[in-house]
């Protein structure tokens, strides 16, 4: 064939239908329905999108309303993205160098965590590089004290952002921020704007929802809700809404559901712009900047490395959806204190994606995709619909108030979790390929520093009590607000990383009896291997046992106090339940399990021979090892 002919070749053209019918033919009688999947924001995912399935207005550039392509028309090659890295030091002078280091290496924000660092002097503070970069400080308990340092030291230039989210931060605390505190951070945001019109101090903070298990549709409803109030709010301080706006920034965290994310930033920036626009507000003023953090609730302890994974793809994802300011986590931070190693890392997977994947070079690089515009105009409906029920329902802080925010936030964590559980979704090694014998984090504790609980009258009183040795620690005011129940913050690894801990603790083992020739056994026991492993237990694995005798000597030589049979269904009929009534005469007290769900109609024969029970798939991996833990540890759960 010649080149020419070649270049002229064409793939059939190929319908919908046409590919429906041979994806059903390869189902083997299963309905084309059963390759679709709800996601958590109950959307309904299908194998195939195409210009029939995505039915919709699409915009075609950006830089226009409703910015679902981006805020400008040039994308990151008219406004790049910032690596704003978040800095974690002990003290001052070492995030000072750490901070140098950083920008030196291609960070271009000065970011860094006021939380882990509260020693910090207004010298110390004094020594960063503050007017050469952009500040990216979700300043959190500090934002006093940090106001209150920025307009002491006066710099002549100062942009970016240095905010808190009192809404977000004090539900984490079980409270909503009461009139006082309000009023003192008005004054400081009012005073920071005259002195520095560039910076940012309206931070909305949206990580603690979507800590708690949030939906993206959920997160970005929590956003415009709590814009609505700050807008309203400061109105009463005489603020026009234009004002307050010029004055916000959003920050979101970007979870493990790649295209999800991707979504939400997108039908964030087309909500946003409704919400501006019903009040009064267009064009420029509009494009706030939107920063991201990859995140928390998706790092485990357990096999750390694969948080590099992680990261490295919610990153993407933050970048495909248009973030102006990027946080990467170190994938080893939750030993406290993350290693150079884990800041390395974070700090480079940004500029990979940059300087190697070239992203900043292509205008939406989403934009197009059928998939991703469908689930942007659904998260866009239904984070729209969920925003005007809050606000009926009397706004961001009734709903703190009346409890139904966190319950929803919590009835979707629950579904996370069971899904983890029962290894419906896979963490890898979490849930999934449990490595026993991966070196074990050690974790460095934080430096145990006491803040002040001041009670002052004015913004005026706290920036009277600095001098040169003053810290940060040293102003904070103290928390005051209506008590609510808490969003609580946490982690979908954590009742994994509890029952490995539990595990390791006990020096935890099962063994188990294989049944026939390996082909035979293997599948199921390296499922109950598996699973056993994300529960922190190691086996001991039989020989091939073909017989009744060599499986009783294999318990006999192994003085375990729990095994699981694994083998065929054929091995199971021909000597299942005399192998169990075999191991119980030999000791009562050992627990037997059958690897695989057994039939009704055989399973009342186990049982009578002394059965304990079964480890099959769909299983509630953490309540069946929590139950194989407390026999192991000698709790009565077999008796």
């Given amino acids: 064939m010649e080149i020419q002919e070649m270049k002229a070749q064409r793939f059939p053209k190929v319908t919908m239908e046409e590919w429906e019918k041979a994806a059903e033919a390869s189902l083997k009688g299963k309905p084309f329905t059963a390759l679709h999947a709800a996601t958590y924001e109950q959307i309904l995912l299908k194998p195939l999108y195409g210009a029939e399935t995505a039915t919709l207005d699409v915009e075609q550039y950006p830089g226009f309303p409703s910015y679902t392509r981006g805020f400008y028309k040039g994308g990151y090659a008219e406004v790049p993205w910032k690596n ?5 030091a002990d003290n001052g002078a070492i995030l000072k160098e750490k901070l140098m280091a950083a920008l030196k290496e291609g960070q271009d ?17 004094s020594a960063l590089p503050l007017e050469k970069y952009p500040l990216y400080i979700n300043t959190k308990d500090h934002f006093l004290a940090i106001a209150s340092f920025l307009l002491k030291l006066k710099p002549d230039k100062l942009t970016g952002i240095a905010g808190t989210d009192s809404i977000s931060l004090y539900a984490q605390k079980g409270l909503v921020p009461d009139e006082r505190l309000l009023a003192l951070q008005a004054e400081a945001i009012t005073e920071l ?4 019109p560039k910076l940012r101090t309206i931070h909305i903070d949206i990580t603690p929802y979507h800590e708690a298990g949030a939906n993206a549709f959920q997160e970005i ?26 004055s916000m920034s959003l920050h979101f965290a970007i979870g493990s559901q790649f295209f999800m994310e991707t ?12 919400l501006c626009q019903a009040y009064g507000i267009t064009e420029d003023r509009i494009k706030i900047p939107i920063g991201a953090e990859t995140s928390a609730f998706t790092l485990s302890k357990l096999d750390s490395y694969v948080n590099i994974l992680r990261t490295g793809s919610e990153a993407f994802s933050a970048v495909l959806g248009g973030v102006e300011y990027l946080q990467v986590r170190s994938f080893d931070e939750l030993r406290g204190m993350p290693s150079a190693l884990g800041e390395r890392i974070a700090k480079n997977i940004p500029l990979i994606l940059k300087n190697e994947s070239h992203l900043e070079k292509v205008i939406d690089p989403a934009g197009g995709s059928y998939y991703i515009e469908v689930l942007t105009a659904e998260l866009s409906r239904l984070a729209w619909e969920n925003f005007v029920t809050i606000e009926e329902a009397g706004g961001i802080i009734a709903g703190l108030k009346a409890g139904t925010i966190q319950k929803e936030l919590a009835a979707i964590f629950k579904k996370r979790s069971a899904d983890l559980a029962t290894r419906t979704k ?11 014998h991966e070196q074990k984090i050690i974790e460095k504790p934080k430096l145990a520093v ?28 103290k928390d005051s607000g209506d008590e609510v129940i808490p969003v609580k913050s946490q982690r979908l690894a954590e009742p994994f990383e509890r029952l490995r801990e539990r595990a390791e603790r006990i020096g935890a083992q099962a063994g188990l009896i294989c049944l026939g020739k390996l082909k035979d056994f293997k599948q199921r026991a390296d499922f109950v291997t598996g ?24 318990v006999k030589e192994s003085g375990l106090s729990y095994y699981c049979i694994c083998g065929k269904d054929e091995s199971y009929t021909a000597f299942g339940p005399r192998l169990v009534a075999a191991v119980k005469q030999i000791n009562s007290s050992v627990g037997v399990e059958v690897a695989g769900k057994l039939p009704e109609e055989t399973k009342a024969e186990w049982q009578k021979a002394g059965l304990d029970g079964q480890i099959y798939s769909g299983q509630n991996l953490i309540e069946k090892v929590t139950e194989l833990l407390d026999h192991l540890e000698g709790v009565t759960a077999y008796e």
Wanted: hydrophobic share 50%.
């Fill in 426 to 436: 896979s963490m890898i090694g979490t849930n999934i390929y449990a490595d026993l």
């Fill in 450 to 477: 006491l803040l002040a609980e001041n009670t002052v009258s004015s913004f005026q009183d706290i920036r009277s009590q600095i001098d040169e040795e003053t810290t940060l620690a040293e102003l904070h005011v």
């Fill in 193 to 196: 704007k005259k002195a520095f």
């Fill in 263 to 274: 979504a939400k930033l997108r039908a964030f920036r087309q909500c946003w712009t409704a």
């Fill in 84 to 88: 704003a890295h978040v800095i974690k």
């Fill in 221 to 246: 409803s929590l956003a415009l809700a709590e814009a609505v109030f700050y807008i309203e709010w400061l109105k009463k301080e005489g603020w026009s809404p234009a004002e307050v706006i010029e």
């Fill in 109 to 125: 924000a000065i970011a860094f965590a006021a939380e882990d660092i509260p020693a910090m002097t207004f010298t110390e503070f």
């Fill in 531 to 554: 699973i056993l492993a994300a529960g922190g237990i190691a086996v001991q694995r039989s020989i091939e046992c073909e017989t009744l005798e060599e499986a009783v000597q294999f």
